[in-house]
């Protein structure tokens, strides 16, 4: 500790307020509140203080610190909430929330609503549920709502021209694209596919009951079949919930798992005796001690989020008196913050803890690296509100400013759609990628639009903010579609987006990159491949072409029998006249010399 910093924490007040510890660079690394600034400073750099390793690495870097006085302690408890979720301090207990699983959406705001599959819920009037972890859960029940509901899952429009796909035909979707069902029964299939997926299973099991006998009635006797399955698929599932209900209240639970420094944070809600939602947290620089780990997320969670009457957590927080007051007064009546030792809550709490476990496998174990995990990674780096299931990616490629082409690369999901690859002849001046950018936009999205063909939810152009702005001024000088765009720079791999002064640099392991990575590849691979046939083709009608009496057919038959321009070089008459007769043999000898 240096002089001048010894010489402020002796000059610190005694009143309560929050304190800033930062390091010679200048940057946070620490938030904390205190009842008295001056005790609890100094109490850091006592020669006798014994702080576990992460306090200690930080009391290491300390170069300077500022203090906020308040009036309370409850006052700089909440302040100490708000800065460190904005300032987002390494050294502090900082949520990471759990954006990247996803959530699945009904467009109730629809005429035909559809279930998608969504990385943010929105308080837009829609239906929200989730978050689902992992990933492929939310998947598999979209799959059932598909199966059992018939509600589309597509991204088509349902304007009643489309053909039906086979999702109708295998009895998966009532094709409201197609026109094939009315809005009244699609209303109620998607009005049984909400309540399935909100838990309101005895209010679906009635509905399907009248359904199956109203269908019994009128002898639509397979309709009455399928209603019937559907009631028994419910009843096994919501019999698999009612094992998790313990007839609790409302009550959150929350429990952790750590290895290292990386830690996963669970929270189960139980909401009218049910568990109702499911939260989770991850932290990949972080020691944690459970009595101020908990302490800190509790804080930073419910500043937001209106607290139930019952918390339980496996330690107590420290502070937990004060904590309980900051709770009740966000809650308005007592909140208790409890410790379970036995019984059902405390099997719950073993059952949050154990979650998180698997939580913790799945996160920091798995790779994440294809399918929604990486779609839902790229979509919260561009800021999308769900994962781009199409995207076009455009690159160009020239020789020293010749033959230049521009590559068109389709990926759905995370998998290439050849049948859809293009490529644009620049209509442009000389070797200038910027505006072969432009060129290549313009002439493929001004003939989606003319077509009525489907336009991609991300573009992605290699390059970098040259190749970015000329995309975007061109899709807006045309009067289109207002598209998401980004650029991928191959110096440094570096994301480039609308809207965005700096580059964002992603991590090599991160699946986002991985993902856009190759899909830039494949484009660039795509357009060298074109590239190199333009070349041998201009190659060809250069020399070949240039003989007097041979024309592209008799130049591309030559290159054939012999298999290389060179060969057909080092020929002699009798070959040539073998292959292209008498006169383009004699036209060869002239050309080339041959005795």
């Given amino acids: 500790m240096t ?11 005694t009143q309560p307020g929050v304190y800033r510890y930062r390091n010679a660079a200048g940057e946070t690394i620490y938030i904390g509140k205190a009842k ?5 400073v100094r109490s850091y750099f006592r020669d006798a203080a014994r702080h576990d390793a992460r306090i200690a690495r930080m009391v290491e870097e300390v170069a300077d610190l500022d203090v906020i006085v308040v009036e309370s302690e409850m006052e700089a408890l909440i302040l100490e909430s708000n800065l460190v979720k904005r300032e ?6 900082v949520l990471r929330d759990d954006k990247s699983f996803p959530y699945l959406k009904v467009t109730v705001r629809d005429a035909y609503p559809r279930v998608a599959l969504v990385r943010r819920a929105r308080l837009d009037g829609n239906v929200y549920v989730g978050p689902f972890l992992p990933a492929s859960t939310a998947r598999r029940t979209m799959k059932l709502v598909q199966r059992y509901f018939q509600v589309a899952t597509c991204g088509e429009p349902f304007d009643g021209k ?3 796909c086979l999702y109708y035909h295998l009895d998966q979707c009532l094709a409201p694209c197609a026109g094939k069902t009315t809005p009244g029964e699609y209303r ?10 909100e838990g309101r299973d005895r209010d679906l099991e009635q509905s399907l009951e009248r359904r199956m006998r109203d269908a019994s009635a009128a002898q639509e006797y397979e309709r009455a079949a399928r209603h019937r399955d559907t009631l028994r698929t419910v009843r096994a599932l919501s019999l698999r919930q009612r094992m998790t209900s313990i007839g609790l209240e409302d009550q959150d639970y929350f429990g952790h798992h750590a290895e290292g420094r990386e830690a996963v944070l669970q929270l189960f809600q139980v909401r009218g005796g049910k568990v109702q939602g499911r939260r989770e947290f991850t932290f990949d620089a972080l020691d944690v001690d459970p009595p101020s780990f908990y302490a800190s997320a509790l804080a ?15 330690v107590a927080p420290c502070d937990a008196g004060l904590l309980a007051r900051w709770l009740r007064g966000r809650r ?34 798995a790779g994440h690296t294809h399918g929604v995990d990486a779609l839902a990674r790229l979509a919260e780096v561009v800021g999308l509100d769900e994962p781009p299931r199409r995207i076009e990616c455009f690159d160009v490629s020239n020789l020293h400013g010749t033959d230049s082409v521009v590559s068109l690369v389709v990926w759905d999901g995370v998998k290439p759609r050849r049948s859809e690859y293009r490529t644009f002849h620049p209509r442009v001046e000389g070797p200038n990628d910027v505006a072969s950018i432009a060129d290549a936009v313009t002439r493929r999205y001004r003939r989606l639009v003319a077509e009525n063909r489907r336009l991609p939810d991300l573009v992605l152009v290699d390059g970098g903010r040259g190749q970015l702005g000329a995309a975007v001024c061109a899709l807006a000088r045309e009067g289109l579609p207002t598209l998401p765009v980004v650029a991928l720079a191959k110096r440094d791999e570096e994301l480039f987006l609308t809207g965005v002064t700096e580059p964002v640099r992603l991590d090599r392991g991160s699946p986002a990159l991985q993902l856009v990575q190759r899909i830039r590849d494949e484009a660039h691979r795509f357009a060298i491949a074109h590239h190199r046939r333009r070349r041998a083709r201009r190659t060809i009608a250069t020399e070949l072409t240039g003989v007097p009496g041979i024309g592209p057919a008799t130049a591309t038959k ?12 080092g020929a002699d008459t009798q070959d040539w006249e073998r292959v292209a007769g008498r006169r383009v043999a004699q036209a060869l000898r002239v050309r080339y010399r041959v005795g």
Wanted: charged content about 30%.
């Fill in 3 to 13: 002089d001048s910093l010894a010489a402020k924490i002796d000059r610190l007040p």
């Fill in 36 to 40: 008295s600034l001056r005790t609890r």
């Fill in 88 to 93: 987002r301090p390494r050294f502090n207990v």
């Fill in 162 to 164: 489309r053909r039906p």
């Fill in 188 to 197: 109620g299939a998607v009005e049984d596919a909400r309540m399935f997926l």
């Fill in 300 to 314: 930073q969670y419910y500043g937001d989020v209106e607290p139930p009457p019952e918390i339980h957590v496996p």
């Fill in 332 to 365: 308005g009546s007592p909140v208790a913050l409890l410790v379970p030792r036995r019984g059902a809550r405390r099997a719950l709490l073993d059952l949050v803890t154990r979650n998180a476990k698997l939580a913790f496998a799945s996160r920091f174990r």
């Fill in 558 to 569: 030559l290159l054939r029998a012999f298999g290389s321009l060179r060969a057909v070089r």
